[in-house]
């Protein structure tokens, strides 16, 4: 089974940029449908971002369109969320996370989540 451990996050005002990172680890990992999710307090945990590990395919929330961009990182097995023009709604948990789904499938099936990494985005 895939391990999955994020890093980066932290706290920025309105407009700033963040990079997360998630390094992947074990299983076959080009198996893999890698994606991001967040959880802010008092609400379910949703879907951010999504790419297969050949960079080939790539999927984003509405919410996040434009602004976010989900790559391959240039370490190998490590997924990259840039994330610019930042608003304080995105403050929030943001969750990496890996299923065996494919790129344009709605549903997941998360075999394995990081640990989380929180960021925070002030007026």
């Known amino acids: 089974q895939v391990q999955l451990r994020e890093s980066g996050g932290g706290s920025v005002q309105a407009g700033g940029s963040l990079r997360l990172s998630c390094a992947a680890s074990g299983g076959i990992i080009s198996t893999y449908r890698m994606g991001w999710f967040r959880q802010a307090p008092g609400k379910e945990r949703e879907f951010v971002a999504a790419i297969t590990w050949n960079g080939a395919g790539q999927r984003y929330a509405d919410s996040v369109k434009g602004r976010f961009t989900i790559s391959r990182g240039v370490v190998r097995n490590t997924v990259n969320l840039q994330m610019n023009s930042l608003k304080p709604e995105d403050t929030a948990v943001y969750y990496c996370?890996?299923?065996?789904?494919?790129?344009?499938?709605?549903?997941?099936?998360?075999?394995?989540w990081g640990q989380g990494t929180q960021v925070t985005v002030s007026s």
């Open positions: 996370a890996a299923d065996r789904r494919g790129i344009a499938d709605d549903s997941w099936v998360v075999e394995s």
